[in-house]
């Protein structure tokens, strides 16, 4: 039986379609164990992606020197 997807690779998925699939990285985790992936886009051209996050229920953020966008999946005690 397949594992249930998160959100994060189900919009992972999505922004696949609509970005060039050698621009998004992995799913991985950072220091404080919260997974995330990067698009590496021109930020001013994806302002979808934060509308399209926060709807969705997770965080996006740019990155002020690599001009990548990182979206990461929050944890919850549920």
Do not use: C
């Not at 249930?4 to 696949?16: C, G, M, P, V, Y």
């Not at 992936?37 to 992606?49: C, D, G, H, L, S």
């Amino acid at each position: 039986m397949k594992a249930q997807a998160t959100k994060i690779e189900t919009f992972r998925s999505h922004l696949l379609d609509r970005i060039q699939e050698g621009r998004v990285t992995s799913i991985t985790y950072d220091s404080a164990g919260n997974r995330y992936f990067q698009t590496n886009p021109k930020p001013a051209e994806y302002t979808w992606v934060f509308d399209l996050a926060d709807r969705e229920g997770l965080r996006a953020h740019t990155e002020a020197y690599s001009m990548s966008i990182t979206i990461t999946e929050e944890k919850t005690n549920e």
